[in-house]
């Protein structure tokens, strides 16, 4: 039936007198008001349906459907139970459900109602994915994995399905795979900005930042707030690599239309300092400073602040900063770590030593224990 004649259909059950105390006809009405793309209507239809037939199964779940295509999950999942308790069992109610409990974070009861689906309807691929989903979900990597990977032999072009078999793959660290899989998006001209991102992240954190570039390019270019926070992470695996002149190129981009907040502020600045620092360039200091009066606790602005006046030789001001970052848990180790470093360097072996010691206990390494033990020997001469 074409538009034309559903609006002709829709009008003549208006016009009806019937229609208004007939259930039957009030739900022909919402399945036209549904296909028509009026969901309001649509549901205003259902409810004045089952008002006057408690029982009517079908509008119970159509009532559900079109909770669910507006999103509204919890009001989808109460129609839909009641559809099954009505002795409604078909693979696509219960499926609904699953999706509902999905979006609600409901896991285990997702899982269930998926597998109860996949009963009636085996091969249903969208049922097998939600279970796949599920299992992602609570854990049971492995297994959700290799069902995954029959969803995609299923359909191989559904983008959707790429996109969770690469979160799947990611947290396998199958890397490789999880960047194959993009890529692939990427020449279908599928790949979303944020996905382009984690893409170019992938590959600088694998050590291929010419095959980063192009991806960080394109993001650059409709930089939104939403994406931000990846694309500061694809940077810091730039500066991993030491490719100061990128970083700082990348930097200098900042999401369109809105402010950051301190959050995204402060890791912005925190990496701009760093670059600066390694450049050789001025403008760490004021940077660091900004981000320490925004929030006292930034552990990581504090070292930072504290190897900048090492350079400076401020060595009192270093170790006023050092201290500080010494009392923050997420820290604490660098802190012990760079102090340490710079007492070295100022010849003061003893209380290096007691900072390395300090670093060890935290995060024990065989080397840093041998460089720990060379040190004790030169305080002991």
Not at 20 to 41: R, T, W
Not at 248 to 272: A, H, I, Q, Y
Not at 284 to 313: C, F, H, M, N, Y
Request: glycine residues 6%; hydrophobic residues 45%; charged residues 25%.
């Amino acid at each position: 039936m074409g538009k034309g004649d559903k609006k002709r259909a829709l009008q003549a059950l208006l016009a009806s007198e019937i229609s208004v105390n007939s259930p039957a006809l009030l739900y022909n009405q919402a399945n036209i008001h549904l296909e028509l793309g009026d969901e309001v209507k649509a549901i205003d239809a259902y409810k004045t349906a089952i008002k006057k037939y408690p029982s009517f199964r079908r509008a119970h779940k159509n009532l559900g459907l079109t909770y669910l295509r507006g999103s509204q999950f919890p009001l989808a999942q109460s129609s839909l139970v009641m559809a099954l308790s009505l002795g409604d069992m078909s693979g696509s109610t219960l499926g609904m459900l699953g999706y509902c409990h999905l979006q609600n974070e409901h896991y285990a009861s997702a899982l269930q109602a998926y597998r109860l689906a996949q009963v009636t309807e085996p091969e249903t691929i969208e049922w097998k994915a939600g279970v796949a989903q599920c299992l992602l979900e609570i854990g049971q990597n492995k297994e959700a994995l290799s069902l995954m990977k029959e969803v995609i032999q299923a359909r191989p072009s559904e983008v959707s399905y790429q996109l969770l078999m690469v979160n799947m793959l990611l947290l396998h660290g199958e890397d490789v795979k999880a960047i194959a899989a993009l890529e692939w998006l990427g020449r279908q001209g599928e790949l979303t900005i944020e996905h382009a991102a984690l893409l170019a992240q992938l590959h600088a954190q694998n050590g291929t930042v010419e095959l980063a570039r192009p991806w960080l390019d394109l993001v650059k270019k409709d930089l939104q707030i939403e994406v931000y926070p990846r694309y500061l992470r694809a940077i810091e695996a730039v500066l991993r690599l030491s490719d100061w002149d990128l970083a700082e190129e990348l930097l200098s981009v900042d999401p369109m239309g809105t402010e950051l907040n301190d959050s995204l502020l402060n890791k912005r600045d925190r990496l701009r300092a760093i670059v600066l620092m390694e450049l050789d360039k001025v403008g760490a200091k004021p940077l660091l400073e900004q981000i320490v009066e925004r929030d006292p606790l930034d552990g990581d602005a504090l070292v930072l602040l504290a190897k900048v006046s090492a350079t400076e030789e401020k060595f009192e001001v270093a170790e006023f900063y050092f201290r500080r970052a010494e009392k923050i848990e997420s820290s604490k180790y660098v802190a012990f770590f760079a102090h340490a470093t710079m007492l070295v360097t100022q010849g003061k072996y003893g209380a290096a030593v007691e900072k390395f010691e300090l670093a060890q206990k935290l995060h024990p390494t065989a080397q840093q224990l041998k460089y720990i033990e060379a040190l004790r020997r030169l305080v002991r001469k």
